[in-house]
């Protein structure tokens, strides 16, 4: 078992889709990188679940910190996975009130346990 990384971007307001989609129960990571040093700024990003047609399942609110990656359980019901569910996309955006400096170069990377 190994983490496979399903995107790496620079965190913008516009939506972004992780073009590798997860499947049943899932394990992602979440590193953040601002290569111009600390954090400039305050606020999130948002990584969300989104069901093949366009609904929103889940979301996380990730905060910008220079500590060990998190990581977070994406288990889908039994339910979820009857109704067919079991194949989702990830978007990220930054929060609204998110405030960074232009120049910040923030980067989030989203790994998945396989």
């Given at each position: ?15 972004q889709?992780?073009?590798i989609?997860i ?61 067919g ?30």
């Amino acid at each position: 078992m190994a983490w496979r990384l399903l995107g790496d971007l620079q965190v913008l307001y516009e939506e972004q889709t992780i073009p590798i989609s997860i499947s049943g129960n899932s394990i992602i990571k979440i590193e953040h990188d601002f290569p111009a040093g600390i954090f400039p700024g305050i606020g999130y990003a948002v990584v969300r679940e989104m069901l093949p047609g366009g609904e929103v399942f889940n979301f996380i609110k990730s905060y910008p910190y220079r500590g060990p990656p998190r990581v977070y359980d994406l288990s889908l019901s039994a339910a979820m996975q009857a109704a067919g569910f079991g194949t989702r996309t990830l978007t990220v955006t930054r929060g609204k009130k998110t405030a960074v400096q232009a120049d910040s170069a923030w980067r989030m990377m989203i790994y998945e346990w396989i």
